[in-house]
Structure formats: structure tokens, C-alpha cells
């Protein structure tokens, strides 16, 4: 992009004037084009003065920064390349090198000037900013092939930018010639002035175009504009020039404004006023407004922000524009921050200050509560190693306009129109139940909230009717969720959006009743004191004979009752039996009297511990599980298959039975189908391992045959447990046929 328009928002960061008695007239000449900006001009002496045999690094650096702000990339290179070569070469001559060379797009050697940069003592914030992403330049290339971007059809030869469509109108920034107005050259780089241009957008197609009428299009720059949603109200960035006076700082430079117009009766725009924060010692531009006209966002170098230009917002209540305030180092950085728009409640916005792929690229981000979301680099190839920037983005999120100066154009800056396959902010989304661990039942009303990887609550709601609750996420981000409901502890989940194929997440949470008893068991092998899974626990109250808990222990043993709102006092009399294949089954008989709510550790007080079975050649197959929906074979089935594949190895006349269930969820035919997909999966594993497809015969039943006691009625299939559904998402196996003298018993 032509620098030139870039660098008005920017008060000049510039070296002495002092001449000293043995400068030379070239030199004096040089340093006079360059102080009043003049770049064009003053690159013709300092590309002389910085080719001299004793060349001062001085003109050799400003050779390189004024081929650098009339974006000839080339010349940049060429003198930045001698300049870092030369002594007293600086952290910022070895950054800006490095940003020349990514444009170019040598990152390779970017990186390689970056990293002099991070290695001193007190690197800037905005070279930190690239080295938190050693491969971004490869990161933010892999969704290459979800775009289509073409020409809009709208450019010219020299610069247009910064569409902006309001209904069938469409407003942009263009420095064409303009055959009805003064075609005046700007002495930065010899360019024509901007101005803003204006015509219709319908069914995809360009029409009635031609420069704002005079008033609002003067001899000096105008645009990017905006209006308003109901287009009655006009914001656009303008040299500070009003009522035909150009207004100039204490320094004699012209920097920029936000004026706005509204339209009369007529339909006609009336005349420009100020807004209430514009400044002649600085510059203020690129209005971005709110959907419901409440927030303006813009740019400004103002003293006080982080970098050269920041962004800032302000919000307007009663006709009235409060106090700007800066957007903070979440979205500045020590670079340029520049060309906000909204969607709705997403900030987009252009920036050189973090990891890019070169010049000015394309950002995004979500609104916090008093901040935003770490910015996202929209990737390539809505960025690339240009200047890109000035996105206006369509409600589908999948069609728009970017301008960038990338090669291939017809002017310096042009206009691109892009397709997207998906959203270009991709959408994340996590659901989920709060319910009561006792009883599983929904809990209405409870808060959910939101947090980010700071601890900041970024978003709170009120589960519905069902307890039901869901948010839209961020990629690339990690969150944690927490549940909060009176009379109940806490749960709390954590939450990524960094895997792109995980963009739909389900995480339920359970609260546990405040002043609840819970019992917890944990089962062992008497002889290794190892813990055992899939042993059948259950609970009976000997008084009224009821069934307390039906439950096999988990992969670390263990088993957990909540008993409910007991008092203090009760007393619990309950008989625990515990039964797994292979182990002699075992009775106790537990009675405790309830002191303060809490947990209950059995193990504390009772020996639950089973012996191995001492009859005949005993051994077990336990069955395997799957995940929801899936039929592949995870690492812990891979685990009890391989101890199946031993047996089958060592009893070469076994056969088995391989009958796979589903839980509850869908319907009876997809059920019946997934269950056979998992049987053939097992089976497959099997004879991969060697085993012969003889010995094996397939059985599916669907949600047929549940081992739980959530059965799959109309009533329930919703309301099991996810530890209830799992217990049916299995493969069980079954000796179909033998003849050696062997217990082989069946897991639980």
C-alpha cells in the first residue's frame, strides 16, 4: 500500500535538523524535502549521499526509509541490507530490515534480523509479539484453499481502497484522476490526492460511480467514509481542512480529522463538522460505527498510546460522544494499528505490530467485558506478504472486500472481492447440561460462566428450563466453564478451540448438593493391592432392602454413591457385594453413623480387596467400549484386544463371540448399523493381529441389550448418565466353543 497515506496518521519520528557547517548543499537539500515529508523528492539526494565512499549512517538510513515510505521495496532492501552492515546499526534499523524482507518475502531472513532484535536487552514489545510464533508464516498459509479471491471490478491504475456498502450503496477511497475536480500531486510520493467515491452495488456489479459532490470532496485527502445504518449520517477521515482553511501543527504539518455530514430533507449531505476529539497536533481517522450507531472506533496517533498509530473507541449517549479510550495492548501494539470495521460485535482491523506475513495484515477480535480476545490473523490468502487491509465483511461471513497493493493489480492499492467455503471467523460453539450429581437432574437457573486464559469472565448465563446452556467460542483460544447455582458447589471445565476440527464441544457439568453425604470405595486385588476395574459393586439397605447402588469400578477401581440430604446422626446399614470373573465373590456387611456432611471412604473402614479364583486355568476377557457415535478402536480396547490375541495364541481351540452395543441416542436402524460397524471394527483388529476370521463370528444388537440400569425407554434414553451411556457403547466376547479343560469366565 502507498505508505504515503499511511504515514499522515503518523507525528514524524524525525532526527535532528541541526545542520552542522561541513553538510553539504545535497545533504541540506535532502534533509528539507525530508522534514516537510517530502519522500519522493528527498530519496533522489540521499540514494547519491548514501552510495559515497564514507557515507554517514544517517543517509544511508534514510535512503532506506524513504524508498521504504514510497513503497519501492526494492531500493529498501538495498540500503537497509547496507545499513545493518555498517556500525552503529540499531534494534529498530534491524526490525524495520526485517519487515522489508518479510514484504518481500524473504522470512527466513526476517526471522533471522528479528531474533538480533528479541536477543537484546530491551527488545520492543512488537518484535515479542513475532517471536511468540515461530511458524507463523507456515501456520497462517494452510487454509489457502478456502478462498476464491479475484478483482472487484472496480479499480484503477493508481489507489483504491476501504469499501464500505450500506444497503446498495457503496463508498471508497480512490486517488484516480478526477475529471471533474483539481487533480493536485501530493509531494510524499508524487501521488495524486484521495478522494471518496460513491455509486451503487447490486446483484454483484459496480454501477454510477464518481467522486463525492463538492463539499464534501476538497483539493487535499478525503476518505475512507462511512455512514450510518439508516444512511443518514456521514464519518469520514479528511486532511484538516474546513470551511477552505487548512489548518497546520506547530511543526507546519497536515495531519488528519474525522468530520461528519447528515443528510437534509432533500437527500442532500450538508455540511462537514467537527468531531468533538479531533486535534490539529495530531492526527484522528478510519471511523468505524456500531450497527446501532452507539460505538465509533478509530485511529489516532494522540499522545499517550503504545505504537505509532493505536486504536480507540468511544461511545455516544444522548447525541454526545463520551471520552475516547485507547483499545489497550490487547489490540496495540509499538507498531501501526489501522482501518477498523465492525461486524456486529467483531472488531476487524489492520496491523504491522503483530506476527504476519508481511506489511500490514488483516485481525480480528471479540469483545471481553472491559477488553478484547487476543487479535487473529485471518491467514492467507486474505493476508499476505503486501499490505493488506480496509476489509469489509458481508452478514454471511463468507463473501466480502479486502484492499491490498499485492502483485497482480492494477494500481498500486485495488479492491479484492473474496469467497469463502467457511465462515472467515471461525465459528466454535460449546453446550451442555447442569445437573444435580445426586439425581441427575436438570438444575434451572444456574449461572455459567465463561472465562479466558487470563481468568477474565468473558460472558455469564442462566441455564433454561432444561438446564441447558451454550456459548459461542473464539478459535485459538483456551477457556474454562464454571457452573454456579445456590445450595451447590461449583463444576468447573476446561475448554480449547485451538483443534479445527473440534468446533461443535459438549461439556456437561455436575453440581453437588451443598450438605450431602458421599460414599466412595475403592476395590483392590488382595494379593498386588493393584486396583480392579469392571468389579461388580452392589449396594442393598438392609433395613427397607432397596438397591442403594448397581455400578462396575472405573479404570482406577473406584465406585461413588451420593447418598442424598441425610442429618447428622443417621444411621447407614448397608450390605456391599462385590463380584468380578476370575475372583471368589465377596459380602460385607457396612454400618456407620453419619457425623458431618462429607465424603465417606469405605476403604478407611472396611477391607475391600478380592482374591483371585485358585480354580483351574482361569483367565478373563473383559469387553471393550467406544466413544459416542464412533465405531474406531480406542488405545485402552487396544489394550484388553492384545490380552484377547494371547489367549487366542495360547488356546488355538477357542472361538468367540463378538456382540457390539450402542447406548440409547438415535434411532433403532442407525443403532443396529453402528453396532455392526463396531463388531466388524473388533473383528477386523483381531485377525490384523493375526487371528483367523474362523474363529470369529459377528453379533450386533443396537440398544437391544443395555447393562445398565437406565433402560432405553422413551422416558429415560435422554436422561442417562454419560457413565451409563458408555457402559453400552461396548463389545462383549463370549467362548463360543472349546475343549481344553479351562474356566474362561466373561467380564462384568
Avoid at 526509509?65 to 513503497?71: G, L, T
Avoid at 463508498?171 to 467515491?197: H, I, M, P
Avoid at 447407614?572 to 459380602?587: F, M, P
Wanted: hydrophobic share 30%.
Amino acid at each position: 500500500m502507498k505508505k504515503h497515506y499511511i504515514r499522515t496518521l503518523i507525528i514524524a519520528s524525525l532526527l535532528s535538523s541541526t545542520l552542522v557547517r561541513s553538510q553539504s548543499l545535497k545533504e541540506t537539500t535532502a534533509d528539507k524535502y525530508y522534514n516537510v515529508l517530502s519522500y519522493a523528492k528527498a530519496v533522489e539526494y540521499y540514494k547519491e549521499l548514501a552510495n559515497e565512499k564514507k557515507a554517514s549512517i544517517k543517509n544511508i538510513r534514510r535512503a532506506a526509509d524513504c524508498y521504504q515510505k514510497i513503497n519501492d521495496l526494492k531500493n529498501a532492501n538495498t540500503y537497509y541490507e547496507k545499513l545493518v552492515n555498517t556500525s552503529g546499526a540499531t534494534n529498530e534499523d534491524f526490525y524495520n530490515y526485517s519487515q522489508v524482507l518479510k514484504t518481500l518475502g524473504n522470512y527466513t531472513k526476517a526471522n533471522e534480523y528479528m531474533q538480533r532484535v528479541q536477543n537484546s536487552a530491551n527488545y520492543p514489545i512488537v518484535s515479542k509479539r513475532h517471536s511468540e510464533k515461530k511458524d507463523y508464516d507456515t501456520d497462517l498459509k494452510k487454509d489457502s484453499a478456502l478462498y476464491n479471491i479475484k478483482d472487484a471490478g472496480i479499480n484503477s491504475a493508481e489507489n483504491d481502497f476501504s469499501p464500505f456498502i450500506n444497503k446498495s450503496d457503496i463508498y471508497f477511497t480512490s486517488s484516480r484522476r478526477n475529471v471533474s475536480g483539481v487533480n493536485k500531486t501530493f509531494a510524499w510520493d508524487d501521488s495524486y490526492f484521495l478522494d471518496e467515491y460513491a455509486g451503487k452495488f447490486e446483484n454483484g456489479k459496480f454501477s454510477n460511480i464518481s467522486s463525492m459532490p463538492r463539499g464534501i470532496d476538497s483539493k487535499y485527502h478525503e476518505g475512507p467514509g462511512i455512514v450510518s445504518e439508516d444512511g443518514s449520517t456521514m464519518y469520514i477521515t479528511r486532511s484538516n481542512y474546513l470551511d477552505k482553511k487548512l489548518g497546520k501543527d506547530t511543526k507546519r504539518q497536515i495531519n488528519l480529522k474525522i468530520y461528519i455530514a447528515k443528510k437534509d430533507e432533500k437527500g442532500n449531505w450538508g455540511k462537514f463538522e467537527n468531531f468533538p476529539f479531533n486535534n490539529d497536533e495530531y492526527s484522528v481517522g478510519h471511523p468505524a460505527i456500531s450497527k446501532d450507531g452507539k460505538i465509533m472506533y478509530f485511529v489516532s496517533d494522540m499522545p499517550g498510546g503504545y505504537g505509532q498509530t493505536d486504536l480507540y473507541e468511544t461511545h455516544q449517549e444522548n447525541g454526545t460522544w463520551s471520552k475516547p479510550t485507547n483499545l489497550g495492548q490487547a489490540i496495540n501494539s509499538e507498531g501501526k494499528e489501522m482501518f477498523p470495521s465492525v461486524h456486529d460485535e467483531i472488531l476487524f482491523f489492520s496491523s504491522d505490530g503483530n506476527a504476519g506475513l508481511g506489511g500490514l495484515d488483516i485481525y480480528f477480535a471479540s469483545p471481553q467485558q472491559d477488553q478484547f480476545f487476543t487479535p487473529q490473523n485471518l491467514g492467507y490468502p486474505i493476508n499476505t506478504q503486501y499490505d493488506d487491509f480496509g476489509i469489509f465483511v458481508n452478514d454471511d461471513l463468507l463473501t466480502g472486500f479486502i484492499s491490498s497493493n499485492r502483485v497482480g493489480g492494477k494500481g498500486n492499492d485495488d479492491i479484492y472481492a473474496f469467497t469463502s467455503k467457511e465462515p472467515i471467523i471461525p465459528q466454535y460453539n460449546v453446550e451442555g447440561l447442569v445437573t444435580d450429581k445426586f439425581n441427575n437432574e436438570p438444575i434451572v437457573n444456574a449461572s455459567v460462566d465463561l472465562y479466558d486464559e487470563t481468568g477474565k469472565v468473558v460472558k455469564t448465563i442462566k441455564t433454561d428450563e432444561k438446564g441447558r446452556y451454550k456459548f459461542p467460542l473464539l478459535s485459538g483460544n483456551v477457556y474454562k466453564l464454571q457452573a454456579i447455582k445456590e445450595d451447590y458447589s461449583a463444576d468447573m471445565v476446561s475448554l480449547s478451540t485451538k483443534d479445527p476440527n473440534d468446533k461443535n464441544q459438549k461439556a456437561d457439568l455436575k453440581l453437588e448438593p451443598a450438605g450431602v453425604y458421599a460414599l466412595v470405595g475403592i476395590v483392590t486385588n488382595s494379593s498386588t493391592k493393584q486396583p480392579l476395574n469392571n468389579v461388580a459393586v452392589l449396594i442393598k439397605d438392609k433395613k427397607t432392602g432397596q438397591e442403594v447402588l448397581k455400578a462396575l469400578t472405573t479404570n482406577t477401581g473406584d465406585f461413588e454413591k451420593m447418598l442424598g440430604k441425610l442429618k447428622s446422626g443417621d444411621l447407614l446399614d448397608y450390605e456391599i457385594q462385590l463380584q468380578k470373573e476370575g475372583y471368589a465373590i465377596k459380602s460385607v456387611v457396612f454400618t456407620q453413623t453419619l457425623g458431618k456432611p462429607g465424603v465417606i471412604k469405605i476403604n478407611e473402614l472396611l477391607d475391600m480387596s478380592l482374591t483371585q479364583s485358585t480354580e483351574g486355568d482361569v483367565f478373563t476377557i473383559n469387553p471393550i467400549f467406544f466413544d459416542l457415535d464412533k465405531s474406531e478402536i480406542r488405545p485402552d480396547a487396544q489394550i484388553e484386544l492384545d490380552k484377547l490375541v494371547e489367549i487366542l495364541n495360547s488356546k488355538k481351540d477357542i472361538k468367540i463371540d463378538i456382540t457390539a452395543a450402542t447406548d440409547c441416542r438415535a434411532s433403532n436402524a442407525y443403532n443396529m448399523a453402528l453396532s455392526q460397524r463396531r463388531s466388524n471394527a473388533t473383528a477386523n483388529y483381531l485377525i490384523g493381529k493375526g487371528i483367523s476370521k474362523n474363529r470369529l463370528k459377528i453379533k450386533y444388537v443396537g440398544e437391544t441389550q443395555v447393562s445398565t440400569t437406565c433402560p432405553c425407554d422413551d422416558d429415560n434414553k435422554n436422561t442417562c448418565s454419560e457413565e451409563q451411556h458408555q457402559l453400552n457403547r461396548r463389545a462383549d466376547f463370549k467362548v463360543a466353543e472349546h475343549t481344553l479343560k479351562s474356566k474362561i469366565v466373561k467380564g462384568l
